[in-house]
């Protein structure tokens, strides 16, 4: 049986499923709900559902869609955007998500890490960074949908979120996001080795090799995934499909 967690992060605007390259440009993938579907068909472990536009927009989440997503799925649910205030939590909470994802108001109000956990406990708060090189080559934490500088250093900043409460971290690669071309291994290591929370490895998966990569080298505990499970092939179209269990499993079994 497969031990390490593969989760399809999926982004919404509103409610819309859409895939966006180093969280720039995006493309329509489809509906949430038929996606949902196929995944539970597929048996994945868990789904983690994104609104990236909705701090930006200062939208609050889309309850509705959240609803409809969470009354079709048979798996685990994580979801993230908009989320200000513990009685947002609650609400998502009690529609059937599991998780709620936390990324720009940690920044703004770093106590509601806590807040969430103290009250639901810290398994259902991810803690959410997204990181890209400055102009000397420093990985540096970003927020709000990329496009705050924060002035962080990521693994400072994943010392104090696990410190406030959050039980796992989403560690995001804004320059390896929707690339296909692996993961920000250095980045992932460096956050690992610093916290004893797991650390979910997200931005730039295009093949195993780079799970793997991403397990075995840089110490992930889980690996979220993106256009891997939304297209095709890099440069072709839309196909809802999920990573061949059997070959991954040996590849994390192999020295």
Not at 112 to 124: D, M, V, W
Not at 191 to 201: F, G, H, L, S
Not at 245 to 250: A, G, M
Request: charged share 25%; aromatic share 6%; hydrophobic share 40%.
């Amino acid at each position: 049986m497969l031990q390490t967690r593969l989760i399809p992060c999926l982004q919404l605007i509103d409610d819309a499923l859409v895939k966006t390259v180093k969280f720039g440009k995006h493309g329509y993938i489809g509906d949430p709900i038929n996606t949902v579907r196929i995944f539970n068909e597929l048996e994945v472990d868990e789904l983690c559902f994104l609104d990236i536009r909705a701090t930006l927009e200062k939208r609050t989440p889309n309850f509705k869609i959240l609803h409809e997503i969470a009354d079709e799925c048979f798996m685990p649910l994580s979801y993230g955007g908009g989320v200000k205030d513990l009685i947002t939590a609650k609400t998502i909470l009690s529609i059937g998500f599991e998780k709620i994802v936390i990324n720009s108001a940690a920044h703004d109000n770093p106590t509601l890490i806590t807040e969430i956990a103290n009250h639901f406990g810290s398994q259902s708060v991810v803690a959410s960074i997204d990181t890209k090189k400055n102009f000397w080559g420093k990985q540096m934490v970003y927020s709000h949908d990329g496009s705050k500088k924060t002035g962080k250093d990521p693994v400072i900043w994943a010392k104090e979120l696990e410190s406030r409460g959050a039980g796992e971290l989403l560690l995001t690669s804004i320059d390896q996001e929707g690339t296909w071309s692996g993961y920000d291994l250095d980045t992932i290591r460096k956050v690992t080795e610093a916290v004893r929370i797991p650390v979910i490895a997200n931005g730039g998966a295009g093949k195993i090799d780079h799970i793997v990569d991403a397990v075995k080298v840089a110490g992930a505990s889980a690996v979220a995934l993106g256009s891997m499970v939304v297209y095709q092939q890099k440069g072709l179209g839309v196909l809802v499909n999920f990573p061949d269990r059997s070959v991954l499993s040996k590849r994390l079994l192999q020295d």
